[in-house]
């Protein structure tokens, strides 16, 4: 009996990035990752002491073991394309997020079970004066706990329309039967809390994205996905309703 009222009462919201953004958070920048700075231009020079930046933990459907070959550095320089300023607490890149410090050490207090390598990143521009005041940090996921307490199979949601490989949109999660359910879980690079959770993220007026209602997040994502070509003015209008 506990069980299932536990699964009614657990609900989850996700993180939802702006479609625009602001010049101080935006969600997508041209940028490299340097490991040291040994010309004047290493945003088209960059040094990687080993092949972490090519690591992916599956491949071809096998778990990659994480050999010294992949090991993350300690530190990298992060070279941002026009961008003047940097505020945002949250950024995602296909290689793994980048959170800020702030952001970073207030998750640390709640329960997750998935599993990260974290190396420290300094934003430069192209011309490598910094950027921004805060501290970066950059997540790499070696292991994503979520298929532990959810059966995506069976949840509630819809194909992604124009993808050509396919993805989905959770209207609802199908939650395996347990006691205990971590406070927060990543899926991909997008983190997942429970609304307690969520409202305590979105009470702290981090920078760069907002947590989002299931329905919502799917609301957003097929417009997005049906809007291959929106006008600045459109994003921006859109951006309005969350930011």
């Known amino acids: 009996k506990e069980n299932t009222m536990t699964e009614d009462m657990v609900k989850f919201r996700m993180l939802l990035t702006p479609w625009h ?12 990752f340097t490991e040291e700075i040994k010309s004047k231009n290493p945003y088209n020079n960059p040094v990687y002491s080993n092949d972490w930046f090519n690591y992916s933990p599956m491949r071809a459907g096998k778990p990659v073991p994480l050999t010294d070959n992949y090991k993350l550095p300690t530190h990298f320089y992060w070279i941002c394309s026009n961008v003047k300023r940097l505020e945002t607490d949250y950024y995602s890149h296909s290689k793994g997020v980048i959170l800020s410090s702030c ?9 997750c079970y998935d599993e990260y390598d974290i190396c420290e990143v300094t934003p430069l521009s192209r011309k490598l004066a910094h950027i921004s005041d805060k501290k970066y940090y950059f997540i790499r996921f070696k292991h994503l706990a979520y298929n532990l ?28 039967e347990q006691t205990a359910y971590p406070d927060i879980f990543w899926m991909k690079n997008i983190l997942v809390a429970k609304d307690s959770v969520a409202d ?6 981090f920078s760069g994205f907002r947590m989002v209602e ?10 997005r996905d049906t809007h291959p070509y929106p006008t600045l003015e459109e994003m921006k209008d859109r951006d309005r309703k969350w930011f």
């Open 21 to 32: 953004g602001t010049p101080i958070a935006p969600p997508y920048i041209d940028s490299t």
């Open 214 to 223: 299931l329905k919502d997040f799917v609301d957003e994502y097929t417009f």
């Open 103 to 111: 952001l970073f050490e207030f998750l640390k207090q709640f329960k």
């Open 149 to 176: 307490f959810i059966d995506l199979e069976n949840s509630n949601r819809i194909k992604r329309m124009n993808k050509v490989i396919t993805s989905y949109l959770y209207l609802d999660f199908q939650l395996k």
């Open 200 to 205: 305590l993220i979105n009470g702290n007026g």
